[in-house]
């Protein structure tokens, strides 16, 4: 029997194969558990509809559009949940874009528009997704939820400028809804994973960042989405039942090192 035997998940952010959010379904989907989707925009219906083709009972799998910066596509997405299963016990926040514009160069020259956009659909968006979810968790006597961060929050990485302030949002969101949500039941955690070659890292070098973890860490070598995903099988089973609010690092070991080290 697996972990997540007869829950059920609602994933958001898949983009490719390579997209952590893959990973993740993948290993939720291996533990038996139930998943759904959201794809953010036309352009990403179809490599979602066509991963989703390789799932067990796949046509079982529900697949909604969903912008996050629309309420009324989150809502259309949850109803969609209520009529179909009328609970949730596991929701998977991997949403992440800013500008291409405001990753490069120098931080003092990001534009407040930008980073408007970068906090809105990074950051924002956890609450605006996780608010309309707890009449399904109340229905499933509880629930987790997780999102995806990098360690650009207390370090300085080249090409993260705007996105830096955004996953600092994120961060600070989770352990604020988790004190928020505790009494109900509702556990909110976070991964901070290291370098993967995913769609979104391709804009900050993730190569070179990829060379240093495999350098430095103190594993000596890089993650896997295999790994991260199985980090957060913990976070949705009840083997993390006492754990919320917490930022867990999937990286090697690279978060504790100064930036001599090694």
Known sequence: MGLLEGKKALIMGVANKRSIAWGIAQ?????????????????????????????????????????????????????????????????????????????????????????????????????????????????????????????????????YNAMAVAKAALETETRYLAADLGPSGVRVNCISAGPLKTLAASAVGVSALRDIVEQKSPLRRNITQEEVADVAVFLASPLSRCVTGALIFADNGFNVLGLASG
């Open 27 to 159: 290993a939720f989907s291996r533990e038996g558990c139930e998943l759904a989707f959201t794809y953010a925009i036309e352009r990403l219906k179809d490599n979602v509809t066509e991963l989703v083709a390789t799932l067990p009972n796949a046509a079982d799998v529900p697949v909604y559009p969903c912008d996050v910066g629309k309420q009324e596509e989150i809502d259309r997405t949850y109803a969609g949940l209520t009529e179909r299963w009328g609970k949730l016990d596991v929701l998977v926040h991997c949403i992440g874009f800013a500008p291409i514009e405001e990753l490069p160069g120098r931080f003092i020259d990001m534009t407040r528009e930008g980073l408007k956009v970068a906090v809105e659909i990074s950051a924002y968006s956890l609450v605006a997704i996780t608010k309309p979810a707890l009449p399904l968790f109340e229905k499933a006597g509880g629930g987790s939820v997780m999102s995806l961060s990098y360690d650009a929050v207390n370090k300085v990485v080249p090409k």
